[in-house]
């Protein structure tokens, strides 16, 4: 089975700055992908960046992008120049056969 | 704009109750899935059916049974729901392998 660790279980962020939230992920598959979701209060679960693992070139989505280090097992996501609409829980993701979660960092935004 | 729809955003239901939670999707995927997820312990899989009227268990199936008798359809059935089924239910399906998943905005379930 894969593990996926996310050790913050809260972070906070002022307005126009730069957060990072860190996850590890522990496979035995030599093929997977990796994901950060975003849960907002709505609870729709939405899909913030994909990271291919073969690929070594880090995923980048407008304000998010991601640090993907294959040897650490190592898949971190930084939002920058953060927006209040970025305040929700994110959930980093394994993917081989299956997919498994972290248990989650809830993001606060100050204005 | 594809969907995976829940049926309920709420329900409460009384211990020994059969419960039924119902997801749908629109996109013809072949994967659907069901998770529980609990403050703290993040997303765990339930269930999970790779083609209709398939079924594998996931992490946790105990104390509950799935059904997928048409592709768009998988529902989650609480056989006799108990306290500790109380719990936000997530639904979701996938193209297959390595492709995304789409949830659905979940059931807060709780059981009395």
């Known amino acids: ?111 | 704009d594809v969907k995976v729809t829940q049926s309920s955003r709420y329900l409460v239901k009384r211990t020994g109750e059969k419960v039924f939670l119902e997801c749908v999707q629109d996109m013809d995927h072949e994967n659907m899935f069901w998770y529980r997820q609990d403050p703290g312990l993040g997303l765990r899989l339930i269930y999970f059916s790779y083609d209709v009227k398939m079924k594998e268990k996931g992490d946790i199936p105990e104390g509950y049974s799935v059904s997928r008798e048409k592709k768009e359809r998988f529902s989650l059935i609480l056989e006799s729901a108990s306290t500790n089924q109380t719990s936000m239910y997530l639904c979701a399906s996938s193209l297959g392998q390595g492709f995304n998943y789409t949830f659905g905005s979940g059931t807060r379930l709780t059981v009395v």
Do not use: H
């Not at chain 1, 593990?3 to 002022?14: C, F, G, I, N, W």
């Not at chain 1, 929700?88 to 204005?111: D, E, R």
């Open chain 1, 1 to 111: 089975a894969q593990t996926v660790t996310q050790s913050q279980p809260e972070m906070s962020v002022q307005e126009a700055e730069t957060v990072t939230l860190s996850c590890t992920y522990d496979t035995s598959e030599s093929d997977y992908y990796l994901f950060w979701y975003k849960q907002p209060p709505s609870r729709q679960m939405i899909l913030v960046i994909r990271q291919e693992a073969y690929k070594q070139q880090n995923a980048t989505e407008n304000r998010f992008s991601v640090n993907f280090q294959k040897a650490a097992k190592s898949f971190s996501l930084k939002i920058s120049d953060s927006q209040l609409g970025d305040a929700a829980m994110y959930f980093c993701a394994s993917a081989g056969n299956q997919f498994y979660f972290g248990t989650g960092t809830s993001l606060t935004v100050i204005p």
